[in-house]
């Protein structure tokens, strides 16, 4: 099985941009989907990107996913911050048997 | 409107029993894969199993294997967990969520191994 390292925790400030990566420790990050959820506390978690990039409709276009395959990682870019996009946030992605998630990052906007 | 509804959990003694089950509705829940994923109290999540939208294929967490089994019934609209030789470790929220789509996730059914 492979592991998906995420930072702990980022901040930033309203306005600004932040940009959460996902590191896959084996296997290509581009070999398999990577999902990306947004869990507020005491809230089910809700998806922000799907197959990479993708937006579920009523997501903001503030949030965009990417792949980087030299470095073997995956990235949640939030632009324009907003005190609402304070949240936890997981990456998921899988193998041939197994979905993995990342340790999640708690994004802190003040 | 696409759900997600939970039911089944709650307190159970280590080595209990238990199953959880999560019915769907607004989509067409035969051809999609769905699983199941927890998370301990403070912590984050932890995929337990998963089963394909069609084929029939079971996969599962190792933490899990051999003690919970994951089925479905497309005539039902219904996903299920059967968990048993539960322990403490076990103790946390589960929730069910369609396998690499962008649908709602169940609302969550906190399960507590407890004596």
């Known amino acids: 099985n492979f592991m998906l390292t995420q930072p702990h925790s980022v901040s930033e400030s309203p306005g600004k941009t932040v940009t959460i990566s996902c590191t896959r420790s084996?296997?290509?990050?581009?070999?398999?989907?990577v999902q990306w959820y947004q869990q507020r506390p005491g809230s089910s978690p809700t998806t922000v990107i799907y197959?990479?990039?993708?937006?579920p409709s009523g997501v903001p276009d503030r949030f965009s996913g990417s792949i980087d395959s030299s470095s073997n990682s995956a990235s949640l870019t939030i632009s324009g911050l907003k005190t609402e996009d304070e949240a936890d946030y997981y990456c998921?992605?899988?193998?041939?048997?197994?979905?993995?998630f990342g340790g999640g990052t708690r994004l802190t906007v003040l | 409107e696409v759900q997600l509804l939970q039911s089944g959990g709650g307190l159970v003694q280590p080595g209990g029993s238990l199953r959880l089950s999560c019915t769907a509705s607004?989509?067409?829940?035969?051809?999609?894969?769905m699983s199941w994923v927890r998370q301990a109290p403070g912590k984050g999540l932890e995929w337990v199993s998963a089963?394909?939208?069609?084929?029939?294929?079971?996969h599962y967490a190792d933490s899990v294997k051999g003690r919970f089994t994951i089925s479905r019934d497309n005539s039902k609209n219904t996903l299920y967990l059967q968990m048993n030789s539960l322990r403490a470790e076990d103790t946390a929220v589960y929730y069910c969520?369609?396998?690499?789509?962008?649908?709602?996730w169940g609302q969550g059914t906190l399960v507590t191994v407890s004596s």
């Open positions: 969520f369609v396998s690499g789509d962008s649908k709602p």
């Open positions: 607004g989509f067409t829940f035969r051809s999609y894969a």
């Open positions: 089963f394909s939208g069609s084929g029939g294929f079971t």
């Open positions: 084996s296997g290509s990050i581009a070999g398999n989907y």
């Open positions: 197959e990479d990039y993708q937006r």
């Open positions: 998921q992605s899988y193998d041939s048997s197994s979905w993995v």
